[in-house]
């Protein structure tokens, strides 16, 4: 691995960012209207209530992380389309960029865009809501882990399917966080969900995450062996991702679509 | 793909690009077939050819984002299709139909592609392909606020810029004015002369492939059909100029032999 062509893709995106206000916003605009959104619909359930039940660190909790993970996806397949959106195909994969460089300085990309958004998160839900970090203990930091593995994986896979399926393909891969959200068990308890839908939900990483966010904050005992299992299955997930990137890529070069790629399709 | 020292020719003589035997098959469309050719340090080969011919199928083979169907492609001693990032270090292109990114800067894309080449010393290498091409004043502009010219000749300044053994140029005058082409022929012969660089160029400019081809190549439906000195292979066939003989091939290749000396 080459780190002056991985620096190379971050340091694109750091140039477009520099200039352009409707990049800077997004960062941060939509996670703090859902922590405002979320923070008042927390507080307003925690009146109805009349339980001892922390909704704070349960629900807006759950919502930033998962804010957090949708925006790691985010990352990725934005680069990614700063890429086709100014047909740059052509010129970036006739240097001597490897994928694994290529995916790498992406998820760079994606660590630092979407830091600022769990900074600003953080900001706002504790300023203005109350949400204390305490409240997770020593997990805070395996939920964050796992969440930010899953939002990579989500993000690879997301621009496979754009790299296949051209640049309109780009609709498909915004809705996938809202598609994934009723299984990955944000807001409500996995026993929640019908039975065929739990199967789905334990496919997820994030299930197990949110899962053991709320078991924490209800002063139960997590169940670690289950939390490691999410982090193996979020790895395992990176290396399909990879995996699929890497066949999509290979056979666009076998076809002509990385050459042609405005086209959408080469038949 | 694999990384490693830039490859270097045998010796001197030894051609920076070697291409032997390249299949381009879609479905049941044959795009090349089988053409076999070579280009030389400091030569400039010209790769001409009505549209749909082949030629950009050939560079975009020879540039590791298509993959042949069969055959071979060496930059200097490296096997690209074995070995794709150490040989493309090695090679660099400017088309028309590949402008750098119009939102960032001239300085911006510059850096970058540096990086991707792995270009060291930046500051300097900016200065001389800046210095080269007339871009200074555009240094901070962003591209897509440059003229169709102006664009090209940053994509020239891009593709110089790792001082590549191998260049691949796709038309690259093609929206140049006449006085500025002639600069930038004039540029990219002192270049190549300079630094040894193999030139593989194409253009439908057959002035322009007089003036800066050493040797030509004609594609014909996939095949190479005429091969040898743009100024002496006119007469070879009986035409007075390379134009005269360009259109001959193009409207009927079938006939050549009814051409030949």
Redesign the interface.
């Known amino acids: 691995m080459?780190l002056?062509?991985i620096?190379?893709i971050p340091?694109?995106q750091l140039?477009?960012y520099r200039g352009?206000a409707a990049r800077i916003v997004p960062l941060f605009a939509w996670v703090t209207i859902d922590m405002v959104l979320w923070g008042f619909m927390t507080k307003f359930l925690g009146s109805l209530a009349h339980t001892s039940y922390r909704f704070v660190p349960a629900l807006l909790g759950a919502v930033l992380f998962w804010d957090f993970m949708t925006r790691v996806m985010q990352g990725v397949t934005t680069a990614f389309f700063?890429d086709v959106w100014?047909?740059?195909?052509?010129?970036?994969?006739?240097?001597?960029?490897?994928?694994p460089e290529y995916i790498s300085g992406l998820l760079f990309t994606s660590l630092a865009t979407s830091l600022v958004g769990l900074a600003v998160m953080i900001v706002v839900a504790t300023a203005a809501f109350g949400l204390h970090f305490a409240a997770y203990g020593t997990m805070l930091l395996p939920f964050i882990l796992v969440l930010f593995l899953n939002g990579m994986a989500l993000g690879v896979i997301a621009i496979a399917i754009v790299l296949r399926f051209g640049p309109a393909a780009e609709w498909f891969i915004w809705p996938i966080p809202a598609l994934l959200a009723p299984f990955a068990c944000v807001y409500y308890p996995l026993a929640t969900l019908p039975v065929p839908m739990q199967w789905l939900a334990r496919l997820l990483p994030p299930s197990y995450v949110f899962e053991g966010m709320r078991a924490v904050v209800s002063g139960h005992t997590l169940n670690g062996t289950l939390l490691a299992g999410a982090f193996a299955l979020a790895v395992a997930y990176i290396i399909l991702a990879y995996w699929i990137f890497s066949s999509v890529f290979?056979h666009a070069?076998?076809?002509?679509l990385?050459?042609r790629y405005s086209a959408e399709t080469?038949s | 793909m694999q990384n490693g020292a830039a490859p270097t020719p045998v010796s001197s003589h030894d051609p920076v690009l070697r291409v032997e035997s390249l299949r381009k098959h879609y479905g049941a469309i044959e795009a090349v077939k089988g053409i076999t050719f070579h280009v030389c340090p400091g030569e400039i080969v010209g790769l001409l050819g009505v549209n749909g011919a082949g030629k950009t199928t050939t560079i975009s083979m020879i540039l590791g984002v298509l993959e042949p169907t069969a055959g071979s492609i060496h930059i200097g001693s490296v096997d690209l299709l074995r070995h794709r990032s150490r040989a493309l270090s090695c090679t660099n292109f400017a088309a028309v139909y590949a402008p750098l990114p119009g939102n960032l800067t001239v300085y911006q894309n510059l850096r970058v592609f540096a990086l991707l080449y792995g270009v060291h010393n930046f500051a300097a290498r900016l200065e001389e392909v800046l210095d080269a091409f007339d871009l200074h004043r555009f240094r901070d502009t962003k591209c897509g606020l440059l003229s169709s010219g102006e664009q090209t000749r940053v994509g020239l300044a891009k593709a110089m810029l790792n001082r590549p053994q191998v260049l691949l140029l796709d038309e690259p005058t093609a929206s140049i004015d006449p006085a500025s082409a002639k600069d930038i022929r004039s540029t990219i012969r002192s270049f190549a002369a300079r630094t040894q660089t193999g030139v593989l160029w194409t253009s439908h400019n057959m002035y322009e492939v007089e003036e800066v081809c050493s040797r030509v190549m004609f594609l014909s439906q996939g095949e190479i059909i005429l091969e040898g000195d743009p100024r002496a292979l006119p007469a070879e066939y009986g035409k007075s100029t390379l134009e005269e003989l360009f259109i001959s091939v193009a409207r009927d290749p079938l006939d050549l032999g009814a051409l030949e000396p």
């Open positions: 080459n002056a062509r620096a190379a340091l694109r140039y477009l352009s700063e100014s047909r740059n195909f052509l010129n970036v994969f006739a240097t001597p960029i490897t994928m290979r070069v076998k076809t002509g990385i050459a080469v």
